[in-house]
């Protein structure tokens, strides 16, 4: 019987807005977009114009540093544009869809050897799955990691229900988790699970070489980072890689296929939406789309955020934007941008805050409608206590963020860098009474570390 973990530190924030269970069929989008940036570690090239024709699978752009590794496209059709922002730089390579889709045909060998799966992740723009630790990079194919991780639940807010959303992925989980066990070529595959977790994912993973664990605990007990930190830490030299379950499940269908079919079910949350539920769709599928699928924007002339991912962690998009390749969800929260006048001098019972600012901490169950409004101004780290709070892995967080401002890498190793990636230190930087941007400086630090280290 698989022991469990038991977190004590951290915050589950709640937010009124989570998804309906029912799902969506979105018809096929008129255009899907690919975002760049939104690939770890990958400089991208790319390999089409607008105006080409392409299918899916076909590549649309690979990384400089590493040019076997490629992206490529979720549907066919033909490039609509290539948008570009500051110093030229790619924002959104748009595919306008076909009415039929046409696949690129992969042939799949019956029995896969590590050297063959690999060259088929690459060459089906797949391989982007698979995370690096550290730094949360696209991995490199050339390593060997010494154990991969899956998390098998997520615990962050308003977070999609895993074992509902990858119902009718078993097959395709069972075949990913195989492959999986072909790259680690011997070495553990670990799948952590939620000790409250009821569904297809029990089943998932029983196989010979699937270690599972089960947590139990606040967010970010759902984090890969956390997890890793509680079963085999990263130190230095060590290379791991991850996978979101997601993920794991589109690779399965392509192998079980030999077919790019990038489709998931996400789900789409928040106050900012008038009906909440799980939506169907492709990788790169419009965010007004998803938006109109569920229902409608919420009642009110009110501004919007539009995250592509969780309110904590996720990435900032615009309702003309479109969903990430790494996204499970699309969170949609009322924009910040309203003055209140002495909104901290105010009983706030409807405002959520980690300390009992707010007589709001009377009622602990009570879910919240929570804007972007930052509530206060940037100013100097203040010593509080509080990270350590939230922040459930061996480091010392603001320590940590010191070392990183001053660009000192030995402290910055010693205090666990390695361990780290920005979505890990989201709490803290939500809980931050000097408002800062925590997230930005552990991805600055991350950066320092790949320049200089490497």
């Given at each position: ?8 530190k ?7 807005g ?14 899907y ?25 076909t590549?649309?752009f ?24 500051d ?9 306008r ?132 930190s ?39 949350a ?9 939506v ?137 860098i ?26 600055d ?9 490497g």
């Amino acid at each position: 019987m698989t022991k469990t973990i038991k977190l004590r530190k951290g915050l589950d924030i709640k937010l009124k807005g989570e998804a309906e269970k029912y799902i969506t069929r979105l018809p096929r989008s008129t255009v899907y977009g690919i975002a760049p940036a939104g690939f770890p570690g990958i400089s991208p090239k790319l390999l089409v114009q607008a105006g080409e024709n392409v299918e899916a699978g076909t590549p649309l752009f690979f990384d400089k540093r590493r040019p076997e590794i490629v992206v490529t496209s979720p549907v066919s059709g033909v490039v609509e544009a290539v948008e570009r922002g500051d110093k030229r730089a790619v924002l959104n390579v748009v595919v306008r869809a076909d009415e039929v889709q046409r696949h690129r045909k992969f042939d799949i060998p019956a029995r896969l050897t590590r050297e063959a799966t690999i060259e088929l992740l690459l060459a089906s723009g797949l391989w982007p799955c698979i995370i690096q630790r550290p730094y949360g990079i696209v991995a490199t194919p050339a390593d060997m990691p010494k154990a991969v991780f899956v998390s098998g639940f997520d615990s962050a807010p308003l977070a999609p229900d895993l074992n509902f959303a990858l119902e009718a992925e078993f097959v395709n989980l069972k075949r990913g988790f195989e492959v999986l066990r072909t790259l680690a070529a011997g070495r553990p595959v670990h799948l952590s699970l939620s000790a409250t977790s009821e569904g297809v994912l029990d089943a998932v993973g029983d196989e010979e070489g699937i270690v599972k664990h089960t947590f139990a605990g606040p967010h970010p007990a759902g984090n890969v980072g956390v997890q890793i930190s509680h079963i085999d830490p990263v130190n230095k030299g060590d290379r791991v890689w991850t996978a979101d379950l997601w993920n794991v499940a589109l690779i399965g269908r392509f192998f079980n296929t030999g077919r790019l079919d990038m489709t998931k079910i996400y789900a789409v949350a928040g106050s900012g939406v008038g009906r909440t539920g799980y939506v169907e769709a492709s990788v790169g599928t419009p965010i007004a789309d998803l938006v109109r699928a569920t229902g409608s924007r919420a009642a009110g002339d009110e501004r919007l955020r539009f995250i592509s991912g969780n309110a904590l962690s996720g990435r900032r998009v615009g309702e003309d934007g479109y969903i990430g390749f790494y996204a499970n969800m699309l969170t949609v929260l009322p924009e910040g941008d309203r003055y209140e006048l002495l909104g901290w001098a105010r009983p706030g019972l409807n405002k959520f805050s980690v300390s009992r600012t707010y007589l709001s901490w009377l009622r602990p169950g009570k879910k919240y409608v929570i804007d972007t409004n930052l509530r206060g101004g940037q100013r100097p780290f203040i010593v509080t206590g509080l990270f350590e709070r939230y922040m459930p892995m061996d480091i010392y967080p603001m320590q940590l963020l010191k070392a990183i401002l001053a660009q000192d890498i030995d402290k910055m190793e010693a205090l666990g860098i390695y361990e780290v990636l920005p979505e890990d230190l989201a709490l803290c930087e939500f809980a931050d009474p000097s408002k800062n941007d925590i997230q930005q400086i552990v991805q600055d630090g991350i950066d320092l570390m790949v320049k200089e280290v490497g």
